[in-house]
């Protein structure tokens, strides 16, 4: 019994040093018409004030995409394929992912979601692009058009302790 309780103990000891050694950041992005997305990036702490990271050095990621406030759709890192769009740059130092769609200057976010924003698959499919023409999701391998703002939205990452709210703001006129 005493054994069990050892490795117990060892096995609980590795998943907090483990969790120790993870930056976790939440972030939510709000587009057009209702559209909105939640989401959680993590890589390892010792890239914290490194400069832009990329899509290869992520450990954990997941969006969940909504309609005026119900579910439409939900990706993360663990579902990612060999087909799957994945191109992902993120500031460790501004804690934020750089926008304005441009491959060569790392604003450009592909996230389940390819430059026609067409493959994020059917059943419950959700992606997230962020090109030169627009930021935008994708539902059911579906653009969705009138998710679209510009692409030059700030989308910046807060703490896991800071509450944020994901609602669009409602023009009153």
Do not use: H
């Amino acid at each position: 019994m005493k054994r069990l309780t050892l490795a117990t103990a060892a096995t609980l000891l590795a998943a907090q040093t483990a969790a120790a050694d993870t930056a976790r950041f939440q972030f939510c992005w709000i587009g057009a018409n209702g559209y909105t997305m939640e989401g959680m990036i993590e890589f390892p702490e010792t890239l914290l004030d490194t400069d832009i990271i990329s899509e290869r050095q992520v450990t954990g990621f997941r969006i969940q995409g909504y309609k005026d406030g119900v579910p439409v759709g939900f990706w993360s890192l663990d579902m990612a394929t060999p087909e799957t769009s994945w191109t992902l740059s993120f500031d460790t130092r501004s804690l934020r992912f750089p926008t304005g769609g441009s491959r060569s200057q790392q604003t450009y976010q592909e996230w389940n979601a390819n430059g026609e924003v067409n493959n994020c698959g059917a059943d419950g499919g959700f992606g997230f692009n962020g090109g030169n023409w627009a930021q935008d999701v994708c539902i059911n391998n579906r653009w969705v058009e009138e998710s679209s703002i510009d692409p030059f939205t700030p989308l910046r990452a807060f703490p896991m302790d800071v509450r944020l709210n994901c609602d669009p703001v409602v023009p009153v006129s």
